[in-house]
Structure formats: structure tokens, C-alpha cells
């Protein structure tokens, strides 16, 4: 089985607001302007909101948004309170 890894690819992502961070892909092949492939939310955005199942919505990722949002704190682009209503 050979190696299914992309490598040299190019991934930006951006704090929208205390609950969500937006993820872009740049492709390497075209080199144009970033794709903005996923928006990914933390559950407190919608704290009394689910699907009719009780299923989260399909943007909520909990454990991915901490893992972006540490990546983000560190590089000091996290803005406490942005997008706050």
C-alpha cells in the first residue's frame, strides 16, 4: 500500500469569532487564493441547540476547535472576545 499523505500543502486558519474558526486550503497545484474549505464550531456557540435527534450540528467540532484555537493562542492571533454579541 503506498503512502495516501499530501504534502506541501498549505493550510491557513482564521478566528471569526470566540465560538468558530474558519479553515482555508490553499491548492498547490494552482497556487491561486485559498479555498475556504470548512467552518468549525465550538459547541458553546449553540449551547441550547441541537438537531431534532439531539445529534450537534455539523459544524460543531469540540476537539479540532481546541486544536486550532491552541495553534492560533500560540502564534498570538486569538483574539479574547472578537465577534462577541
Do not use: C
Not at 470548512?38 to 486544536?67: C, M, Q, W
Request: aromatic letters at 6%; glycine letters at 8%; charged letters at 30%.
Amino acid at each position: 500500500m503506498s503512502n495516501q499523505m499530501i504534502y506541501g500543502m498549505e493550510m491557513n486558519i482564521h478566528q471569526r469569532d470566540e465560538h468558530t474558526i474558519q479553515v482555508y486550503v490553499l491548492n498547490v497545484k494552482e497556487g491561486k487564493k485559498p479555498h475556504h474549505v470548512t467552518t468549525i464550531e465550538h459547541s458553546s456557540k449553540h449551547p441550547e441547540r441541537t438537531k431534532a435527534n439531539g445529534a450537534p450540528y455539523a459544524r460543531v467540532h469540540d476537539n479540532l476547535f481546541h486544536v486550532l484555537k491552541k495553534q492560533l493562542v500560540k502564534e498570538g492571533k486569538w483574539e479574547k472576545g472578537k465577534g462577541d454579541s
